[in-house]
């Protein structure tokens, strides 16, 4: 079964910092991995995404700076570590894989380009 498991959301002051792990039923070596998030009455936003082929990464620019996505092959684990969160991080936040191909970070950047999400993971960030 093709699974995408997020953990590591919760509560932080404003300024902390959290790290996200999501991990996958399968190998994630061949993908492109994305993270996204939600806030309530918003649309899911790309937050930052890890094109395969070179291993190049790209962050929204809202997060440039703060926000850093790496990953573990051996643990077919992607992560997301943030720091200096601010109040408008608080979301949803999403792991997303898809097909390894070489799409430009724009495509990266949007729902469209993953076909296997994680159910989501809160972060809430509190001033």
């Known amino acids: 079964q093709v699974q995408l498991v997020e953990t590591g959301g919760g509560l932080v002051q404003s300024g902390g910092s959290l790290m996200l792990s999501c991990t996958a039923s399968f190998p994630l070596e061949h993908y492109n991995i994305g993270w996204f998030r939600q806030a309530p009455g918003k649309e899911r936003e790309g937050v930052s995404c890890?094109?395969?082929?070179?291993?190049?990464?790209y962050y929204a620019s809202s997060v440039e700076g703060r926000f850093k996505i790496s990953r573990d092959d051996a643990k077919n684990t992607a992560y997301l570590h943030m720091s200096a969160l601010k109040d408008e991080d608080s979301a949803v936040y999403f792991c997303?894989?898809?097909?390894?191909?070489?799409?430009?970070?724009?495509?990266?950047?949007?729902?469209?380009?993953?076909?296997?999400w994680g159910q989501g993971t809160q972060v809430t960030v509190s001033s």
């Open positions: 890890r094109r395969n082929r070179d291993g190049h990464t």
């Open positions: 997303a894989a898809g097909d390894g191909n070489s799409f430009a970070a724009s495509y990266l950047l949007t729902p469209q380009a993953y076909d296997f």
